[in-house]
């Protein structure tokens, strides 16, 4: 069966430090989404994409964040100069048709910067 | 502004009993609500959706507009259904992004 997939598993970086957390989303999803979880806290939607361009996006995505479809299956989030506040776990999901329709998580990626 | 609440953070039953998760919004418009489940080390999947109106695994949910409740229902527990439940509301309009309630953990002990 077709799933989300994340890397890297855990990354760790310095502050002010880029990071680029990759996704590669089931392959004929069209919707494309990034949340996140501070530990203790509840999923947090950041960013949706669509055909090529954000959709809609969250107060938390602000100018550090932002997002890049480079080929037909990678789908990244860039956070440009990290904060110790953006650790936290970072889920990518997609959905075949979007609105009210299923989203399919990858497994996440465990942010921490020191 | 759009909100969901889990009230409970931990609720645990005895195999065989009835359950119930509690989950309340606050939207002013046509929301869809979901239930998204997660299993120890397994990624967040969803449970079941208002629209398809479905029982998965036994669970069901009724929307109630006039308590903006969306309360998660299994008459007969199971060890298997121990797992975090998250209720999520995804605003009328949108391209699908989730709000998500703060989980509630299940534990049912045999």
């Known amino acids: 069966e077709p799933e989300v997939t994340q890397t890297p598993s855990h990354q760790v970086t310095q502050m002010g430090q880029e990071v680029i957390l990759r996704c590669v989303p089931i392959s004929n999803h069209l919707y494309f989404y990034w949340y996140r979880q501070i530990l203790g806290q509840k999923v947090e939607f950041l960013v949706s994409f669509y055909n090529n361009e954000i959709s809609e996006k969250s107060e938390i995505f602000d100018d550090q964040f932002s997002v890049e479809r480079p080929d037909g299956s990678n789908f990244t989030l860039k956070i440009r100069s990290t904060k110790l506040e953006d650790s936290a776990m970072y889920f990518c999901?997609?959905?075949?048709?979007?609105?009210?329709?299923?989203?399919?998580f990858g497994p996440g990626t465990r942010l921490t910067v020191l | 502004a759009q909100r969901v609440t889990q009230p409970e953070k931990l609720l645990s039953v005895f195999k065989g009993a009835p359950v119930e998760l509690k989950c309340n919004y606050s939207y002013s418009g046509s929301p869809e609500l979901f239930w998204y489940v997660q299993y120890s080390r397994q990624r967040l999947q969803l449970l079941l959706r208002?629209?398809s109106r479905e029982s998965i695994k036994g669970f069901t949910a009724d929307l109630n507009k006039g308590e903006t409740s969306f309360h998660l229902k299994k008459p007969f527990a199971q060890e298997e259904d121990s797992a975090m439940y998250y209720c999520?509301?995804?605003?009328?309009?949108?391209?699908?992004?989730?709000?998500f309630g703060k989980g509630t953990k299940l534990s049912v002990k045999p």
């Open positions: 999901a997609s959905s075949e048709s979007g609105p009210y329709n299923e989203q399919f």
């Open positions: 999520a509301l995804s605003p009328g309009g949108s391209q699908g992004n989730l709000i």
């Open positions: 208002h629209i």
